[in-house]
């Protein structure tokens, strides 16, 4: 996280989170480094899927169709996150931390969006332990995808 | 956290949080017990005043008069975020996690507001630590005055 923030510190980068499966440890992370609200503005935490269509915009017919855990939703949140909070990057996660399977999907199963400049990416990850674990490993492996992207 | 949570499952209780200070680590505690979507709708992170102001109604005037870490700002975030996500109960947290102090408020300073029904109750608390020990110890304050309030 410290080799991150230098970055966003360095490049003047602000950032804002979409966050369900991770529920708030991704945002805890990004707010550890002191003067980290020079880069960070804040989050919506899209628990529901009432709080992922009536604030983040996901239509109805995708959380239907698609269901809340899949790589559509993971995009749309994290561009209408970069949106809604006017930053340069909008990260998203979305997935199963378990300990039952949701929609079909496994337990660990995990997808993570960034929009950055004019892209948005997402990855799908297949996670391994508890529910606590999957939270950190996924809020984790979102930083390092996003220092990838930026550095 | 399992108190409260058995609570909350008892008696059909959804919660929504407005975090400042607190930076999402009082999602996280909310949302590691397995099956808290059941009463967990979603947060909205509010780092910056931008943020305060445009999704959670803090008017400018108070935000200029008061400062972002105060009472009223406990108070009307607490409120909103239950209005907006319609939720039982609204839990809000705003201060002074370090390591530099903020509109001359100390470190340590935290302001918590809980909404529930028709009241709205703030707490003042002064915290020692460093800046993570400070986000730790504010979240699980939030958590007790939640749990004895409703139990």
């Known amino acids: 996280m410290k080799k ?5 510190f360095e490049k003047n980068l ?5 966050e369900s499966c991770t529920g708030g440890f991704l945002s805890h992370l990004l707010t550890n480094i002191p003067g980290s609200s020079r880069y960070f503005k804040g989050s919506i935490i899209c628990y529901s899927n009432q709080i992922k269509n009536e604030f983040l915009k996901v239509p109805k017919k995708i959380l239907k169709e698609k269901g809340a855990v899949s790589l559509e939703v993971a995009k749309i949140t994290a561009q209408n996150i970069k949106k809604l909070f ?3 990057i909008g990260i998203s996660t979305t997935g199963v931390a378990g300990p039952s399977a949701l929609e079909n999907k ?3 199963t995990i997808f993570i969006g960034i929009a950055f400049k004019n892209k948005t990416k997402v990855i799908h990850l ?5 529910r606590i674990k999957i939270k950190e490993k996924a809020s984790k492996k979102a930083l390092e995808f996003l220092y990838n992207l930026i550095k």
């Open 106 to 108: 496994p337990v660990g």
């Open 126 to 130: 297949k996670l391994k332990g508890d």
């Open 4 to 8: 991150l923030a230098k970055i966003l």
């Open 14 to 18: 602000t950032i804002a989170c979409a």
């Open 86 to 88: 006017r930053t340069h």
